[in-house]
């Protein structure tokens, strides 16, 4: 399995961590914030909020063809220095917060 594999890998586990816990907060960007800050990835919660849900727009729309796409456009907009897994990691946090119905797509990248 390539690095990239590995890392959707451990984005699709994300996604299933996510659902399998229950909410702590009834707001959905506290919860995906603490959820970034176990991974070490900081920030401005409401831009992070922000890029979680347009990349799972952007997933539904077909703009980012698949979730090597969705990676390359959270890179380019987390900050210098973020590691793949954490990107992957970013993703499938996204993905479990804001669009659990789009797992699949993860899923079947991680596989292939």
């Not at 702590?24 to 909020?49: C, S, V």
């Not at 952007?58 to 900050?79: E, P, Q």
């Not at 990107?87 to 797509?105: E, R, W």
Request: proline content about 3%; overall charge neutral; charged content about 15%.
């Amino acid at each position: 399995m390539t690095t990239l594999g590995r890392a959707l890998a451990v984005a699709a586990t994300a996604v299933a961590v996510m659902a399998g816990a229950a909410p702590a907060h009834a707001d959905p960007d506290i919860d995906f914030a603490n959820q970034l800050h176990r991974f070490g990835i900081y920030g401005q919660r409401d831009y992070n909020a922000w890029l979680g849900k347009i990349t799972c727009k952007r997933m539904a729309r077909g703009v980012d063809g698949d979730a090597y796409a969705s990676m390359a456009f959270i890179t380019k907009n987390l900050a210098r220095g973020t590691t793949q897994e954490q990107v992957a990691q970013f993703l499938g946090a996204a993905v479990g917060t804001y669009c659990p119905d789009m797992a699949g797509a993860l899923r079947g990248a991680a596989e292939g």
